[in-house]
Structure formats: structure tokens, C-alpha cells
């Protein structure tokens, strides 16, 4: 039990174009998931907290406007990156907390992103 | 401000000896302890959960927890060349929130 999904698993895309990625809890409910930034040979960096039905809580220095994240339900997340450029590729975790098993929380396996 | 700290390592065992991986947190009232393992290009994988003081084991696994000492320690006995990775402890506050602080990690390689 307690798996969390991503897609996709990896993306490419251009310049200036927007990325959406899904972050799925498959067999349990997460009113709050996290998603996280984290590149090479760095520490995860939590970039904002999505609850369920509100808005998300964005870290800071992280730009709500550019990061859009929408949690529409108790099972689904999504990260949508706007006007990506080269500066935002690199890998993106969400994981998702899973309040009937002690507030643990799981990691999807990752989106890679790469704007050229 | 918050801190979890970790030696970064690398910390390298012969395979079948034990691994030992420090933690230590600055906040003290700090309610739940996660150990993630972490391979490299891959996201975190959850091994480890303890929240009371004392040893908890799970397989080859034992967290280790002293609130007093605000530490935590996992042991990895029978090491292999598989938990080559980097281990990662995390911390929550408690009081309703569930956001992870994380250190930065203890690289372990385990040498056949």
C-alpha cells in the first residue's frame, strides 16, 4: 500500500511552454500532498503544500504565478510549470501524506523536466 | 530556525558489516522521525518511521530515537551493495503540521 504515481515520468519541451505533471495517491486519500524541486547533487527543496480544495502554500521565493498547483481532489495533485525556460528544468517529486498511517508521507517517483 | 543535521558522509562499509547513520534536530518539540533512502536520479523511499522514544525494528533496519539527546540513529545490519544510496532523515514538528525537514543526507556505500 501507500503508492504515489507521477506523469510523467520525464518531459521535454520548449521554451516558453507550460508543463503540467500529476501527482496520484493510489490506494489511500491525501488532503495534503507537497511538491518538491530538487537538482543535481542537491537537497529536496519543498516548493509548496497543495490541501485539498484550497489554495496551495507556497514557499518562499517560490513564484505562485509561475508554479501553478491545483488539488481538486483527495486523490490528485497537479504542478502546472507556465512559460518554462532552461533555469526550471530539473526534477520534480510530490509526495503525499497519508493521515491513516501516522501522517507518514510517500514520494511519487519523480518528474524530470528539461526545457530547451 | 529549524535544523536536522546529518554527516554527509561518504560513510563506507564492508558488505555484511553494520551501518550506522546519525541525526541529530534542533527543535524540540519535535513529534515524528522518518528515515527516507534515497539512490541516486530516484525519489526518496520511506524506510524507516519512529515517534517515542527507544528502538524500533523493522528486517535489517533499526531506528533509534532519544528525544532528550534530540537524536535519532539508523542501523543497517548485514549491509549489502544494494543500500548504497543516500540516507536521509527527516523531521516533523507536530501541532498539526506535517511538512518534513530534511537533512542533507549521509551518502553510504557499502564495498563488496
Known sequence: GAVVSQHPSWVICKSGTSVKIECRSLDFQATTMFWYRQFPKQSLMLMATSNEGSKATYEQGVEKDKFLINHASLTLSTLTVTSAHPEDSSFYICSALASGRNHEQFFGPGTRLTVL | ?112
Open chain 2, 1 to 112: 530556525q529549524k535544523e536536522v543535521e546529518q554527516n554527509s558522509g561518504p560513510l563506507s562499509v564492508p558488505e555484511g558489516a553494520i551501518a550506522s547513520l546519525n541525526c541529530t534536530y534542533s527543535d524540540r518539540g519535535s513529534q515524528s522521525f522518518f528515515w527516507y533512502r534515497q539512490y541516486s536520479g530516484k525519489s526518496p523511499e520511506l524506510i524507516m518511521s519512529i515517534y517515542s522514544n527507544g528502538d524500533k525494528e523493522d528486517g535489517r533496519f533499526t531506528a533509534q530515537l532519544n528525544k532528550a539527546s534530540q537524536y535519532v540513529s539508523l542501523l543497517i545490519r548485514d549491509s549489502q551493495p544494494s543500500d548504497s544510496a543516500t540516507y536521509l532523515c527527516a523531521v516533523t514538528p507536530g501541532a498539526g503540521s506535517y511538512q518534513l525537514t530534511f537533512g542533507k543526507g549521509t551518502k553510504l556505500s557499502v564495498i563488496p
